[in-house]
């Protein structure tokens, strides 16, 4: 083989270590040589490897934090791209033009470093490719971006000056199978670490644990090279490895994640176990660990830090596992590649159910019809198995590994068939998961991506379209169904979700899914704050479609988080407030509800005025009580009053201390009134101006332009938002996305021209027609005032002329006030946003924010921060409240306009003026999921129709914020 031949080489790599289990805490030494590594870049793969000779001096060189990725330090740039690959589709081959990123690191050994045995050279990830020396002397190369890779090096090693050398090339043959959705980001950006193997150490060794849900009896078997012992001191278990014991035991589940500590004990080596015990199968059609049918409630999981990208630290890995144990979350698919192992270590302790991807996925090759596929192509077929070995054999010992998954979206072929069938042989314990083929070949379940509800409940009726091989029909229909991917979390939103679950619920054979995805992939960027796909100044790019997580980048939960954390919440309390009688419903998979202690609050127009405790019983897992609630306070007419009940923590946990909040739920008791305005005042003209009341309007427009002493400006009607991504996204059905279809109507320039300013002794009755420029649909909208002098009233009518075939992005009207009105107290949905289809963690009560709070920070710029089921709103200077009343509505308040909200692509393009642009709707188009999933539901459609819309208006000098009287 030539020096640069292995780039193009489809074998994954020479010299390297059989793959074994990750290596666990023991007592043999073990060196980190994580640090500062020298480092040059150059622009292609040369031959020239004269850097990795003894002695080389690299003082010229610059410094590099290994582990890292060169071009998130300062040598190149990022690149994104979701399907399409960078570089030509020509495989093995890789451009010429190949970033490669030559690393040096010399280190000592330390002085209490044992001699004798032997030391093994580890990397636990470098992207794509990677060439190895030490001391002068070539080790082997390497691919598998995401994979660990092991050279035995005890005889090159010396006491001082050893000089490790990497060559690591940003484009090889592997990259052809790591096209996962992602930043490229080359480098070595996992742990390097010297390891000591003394003689007699643990070369490898696999732990078996399986329970006996009828029995309560776990069975423990650990096979291990060499031969040894086997000490699990709290279950009394003394075995030689390879021998089999069955004890009693509470067994490991996600939600009551038990371990127990032992140790593998050989001549050379101790070794640390922490053996969970479970057992997972396929039968009877479903899924079930330790014979009880599993709802995944999860989420797909790319490593992402927004300054370190794939690089992540324990404490950050630890926050995700926190995190979504917090909100919930009960299951992680590794999108698309296993994490570090770290990662998996978490699981087991706190508790998630995982399925571990291969790292492999081939999606670019859709756009040539799959021509020239690795999977499909045999002499890729080792490298496709070094991949699937690799990551059973390193992550086989993890109890919280329910699952493995063969790769993502890589169409299909007989190197998928190899993978599982070496895998059903080397762990039979674990089902297989892909996603790929609809033959469902090779698989134990019948995965999908992104079916919309309609689909996943004929799914789950067994009703789905048949395939044409009926053999493959029918073991599809056998087998259990995941949405492995679902409800695409890509800016504002995802919408749909309560219906999803619903779904979820309601039929065995759906076992949940995996929302797409964690966390906004953004990186750190000096000029946008947060950057995404062509802001590096990438030719080919697939630009925010990056920024599609529940998290932020900073690890901020989004609303899209909170509202999965409610709508996946694993205590279900409903009923009649009226009747007091509420059923507690327990949707763990194993908990009973000892665990959660439960609380009631009666509240009146948002005000708590009585709570208490609610005695809820030990529920088992699936089952639930009805309890009763006590008498509420005597009723006062005019007040909306309901019940707030709440599930929390009875104690600390590993994840979450005492009353961290796990449930809840509202109950309506009796809906408040409106009081009308008596009577009525006549306005008043004087030459430009009309005075109704508390309001003042511009007598040529109608246009209001005061209530009270506090002026307005820009008044009208309002259709148009800034589009979401998901807006934006392309229908599967039309191939147009509704954002497009607003546009092409002109939407977002509608134009208004007043018919009549009319005074009547009544009122100030406004006509107008609003209307997009170059077609003939229009709406007509009359604006009815009244007033009795403090308390101004708009009564909206809004008829629609033509024939409309596109739904609304809002219905309301919109007012712009000074910018000094920028703090903001409502009765209604909160603390967060929420639109017809979102806003499940949006709870009834009074809430307070100032107009910058009121804003999401989505790292594309578009709509957001709506608050709905409004019954009442105070925007205030300080000095001079502006109450808005009306029954429900939903307001935004922001510090730009739409059309500015609309025009950046960064939220540094947003700088707030001297106005705030108070939004006041009726009705909103729902969210959906349509940036990579299904669109709206019809039922959260703003289909155009006759509308009438009802607010109120008053100022006044201060006061503490209430209901209008």
């Known amino acids: 083989m030539t020096d640069l031949a292995y780039l193009v080489d489809v074998s994954p790599g020479t010299g390297t270590l059989p793959p074994r289990a990750w290596p666990p805490a023991s007592d043999a030494a073990r060196l980190s040589l994580d640090g500062t590594w020298r480092f040059r870049l150059t622009p292609h793969a040369g031959a020239d490897t004269d850097f990795a000779a003894d002695g080389y001096d690299a003082t010229a060189w610059g410094e ?19 399907v399409v690959y960078p570089f030509p589709l020509d495989p093995p081959f890789v451009p010429t033009e190949n970033p490669t990123g030559d690393h040096l690191h010399t280190f000592d050994l330390p002085q209490d470093w044992p001699a004798g045995g032997d030391t093994v050279l580890r990397f636990d990830g470098v992207e794509s490719c990677a060439r190895v020396w030490l001391n002068g002397t070539e080790l082997g190369e390497f691919k598998g971006s995401r994979l660990p890779h092991e050279f035995t090096v005890g005889p090159l090693l010396r006491e001082r000056a050893n000089v490790l050398a990497v060559r690591v090339h940003q484009w090889s043959s592997g990259s052809y199978l790591e096209d996962q959705d992602q930043w490229w980001l080359p480098g070595i950006f996992r742990d390097v670490t010297l390891l000591h193997r003394p003689a007699g150490a643990v070369r490898d060794h696999f732990v078996h644990a399986s329970y006996d849900h009828e029995r309560g009896e776990g069975t423990l078997r650990v096979d291990s090279e060499p031969a040894g012992r086997v000490l699990v001191p709290e279950l009394g278990i003394d075995i030689a490895a390879g021998e089999s014991a069955t004890v009693a035991v509470e067994p490991w589940s996600a939600e009551q994640p038990r371990l127990y500590e032992g140790e593998l004990v050989t001549s050379g080596e ?5 053996v969970g015990f479970r057992t997972v199968r396929v039968e009877d059609g479903l899924i079930k660990a330790n014979g009880r049918p599993l709802l995944f409630k999860g989420v797909n ?3 992402f830090h927004p300054e370190t990208g794939r690089t992540l630290d324990l404490e950050t890995m630890r926050a995700d596992v926190l995190l979504m144990k917090r909100h919930n979350i009960n299951a992680v698919r590794t999108s698309h590649y296993p994490p570090h192992p770290a990662f998996l270590d978490l699981c087991d302790e706190l508790g998630l159910w995982v399925i571990d991807e291969c790292d492999l996925e081939t999606h670019g090759f859709v756009h040539v019809e799959w021509r020239g596929n690795p999977v499909a192509d045999p002499r890729w077929t080792p490298a496709l198995l070094d991949r699937a070995e690799r990551m059973v054999e390193r992550d086989k010992n993890h109890p919280s590994v329910v699952i493995w998954s063969l790769g993502n979206e890589c169409g299909t072929g007989e190197g998928l068939t190899a993978m599982a069938a070496w895998i059903r042989d080397r762990d039979p314990s674990r089902p297989i998961h892909y996603e790929g083929d609809p033959s469902c070949a090779d698989t134990d379940f019948y995965s999908r991506m992104y079916a919309d509800h309609a689909e996943v409940e004929q799914i789950g009726r067994g009703t789905e379209e048949p395939l044409e091989d009926a053999e493959s029909d029918a073991r599809r229909r056998r087998l259990p169904f995941l949405q492995c991917e679902y409800a695409h979390a890509m800016g504002t939103g995802p919408g749909g979700l309560v219906e999803y679950q619903e779904l979820f619920e309601k039929y065995p054979r759906l076992q949940g899914g995996f929302v797409w995805e964690w966390i906004d992939h953004g990186l750190a960027h000096p000029e946008y704050g947060c950057a995404y796909g062509g802001d590096f100044g990438e030719e080919l790019h697939d630009g925010n479609f990056v920024c599609d997580g529940l998290l932020f980048p900073d690890r901020t939960p989004s609303p899209g988080l909170l509202d999965y954390k409610t709508v996946i919440q694993p205590v279900r309390m409903d009923g009649d407030g009226r009747e007091g009688l509420v059923r507690v419903r327990n949707l763990y998979d194993f908990a009973d509800l000892s665990h959660l202690e439960f609380t009631w609050s009666y509240e009146k127009d948002g005000v708590t005025v009585r709570e208490g405790v609610l005695d809820v019983p030990a ?35 590993a994840w979450a201390e005492r009353g ?12 408040g009134m409106i009081p009308p305005i008596p009577g009525g005042r006549a306005p008043v003209r004087d030459g430009s101006r009309i005075t109704l009341g508390s309001g003042v309007f511009d ?6 332009l005061a209530v009270g002493e506090v002026p307005v400006h820009g008044f009208g009607l309002d259709v148009w938002r800034a ?4 807006d934006n996204g392309m229908s599967w059905v039309t191939g147009a996305s509704v954002a497009a279809s607003w546009r092409a109507l002109g939407l977002h320039r509608v134009q208004h021209r007043v018919e009549a300013v009319e005074s009547s002794p009544d009122g100030l009755t406004v006509r107008t027609r609003v209307a997009p420029a170059a077609v003939d649909v229009a709406l007509r909208v009359t604006y009815h005032w009244i007033s009795n002098g403090i308390r101004l009233a708009l009564r909206m009518d809004v008829e629609p002329e033509g024939d409309w075939q596109v739904p609304l992005p809002r219905l309301g009207i919109r007012l712009g006030l000074p910018a000094v009105y920028d703090r903001a107290t409502w009765f209604g949905a909160g603390p967060g946003e929420a639109y017809p289809d979102t806003g499940a963690a949006a709870m009834l009560g009074i809430w307070s924010a100032s107009v910058p709070e009121l804003q999401t920070p989505y790292v594309r710029p578009q709509e957001n921060g709506a608050r709905a089921e409004v019954r009442w709103l105070e925007l205030t200077d300080g000095t001079r409240p502006l109450l808005v009343d009306g029954g429900h509505f939903s307001f935004t308040a922001r510090p730009w306009s739409t059309q500015e909200l609309d025009a950046a692509a960064h939220r540094t393009d ?3 003026g001297d106005t705030v642009w108070l939004h006041l709707d009726a009705r909103h188009h729902g969210i959906g999921s349509e940036s990579c999933g299904p669109g709206v539901l019809p039922d959260h459609r703003l289909k155009v129709r006759s509308e009438r819309f009802s607010v109120q208006f008053s100022a006044r000098d201060s006061g503490t914020p209430r209901r209008p009287a």
């Open 660 to 671: 961290h909040l796990v449930a809840w739920a509202q109950l309506p008791v009796a809906w």
């Open 270 to 274: 101790r070794v640390r176990l922490r």
């Open 910 to 912: 947003l700088v707030a």
């Open 723 to 726: 589009p979401t991504d998901n």
């Open 64 to 82: 590099l934090r290994v582990p890292g990725h060169w071009v998130l330090q300062g040598h190149g740039a990022p690149a994104y791209t979701n």
């Open 301 to 303: 999981r790319h490593e």
């Open 619 to 653: 529920v088992p897992a699936g089952g639930s009580v009805e309890v009763r609630l006590p008498a509420p306070p005597r009723r006062d007419p005019d007040a909306e009053t309901q019940w707030t009940l709440r599930a929390r923590l009875a104690k600390d946990t």
């Open 699 to 704: 007598a040529r427009t109608g246009a209001l």
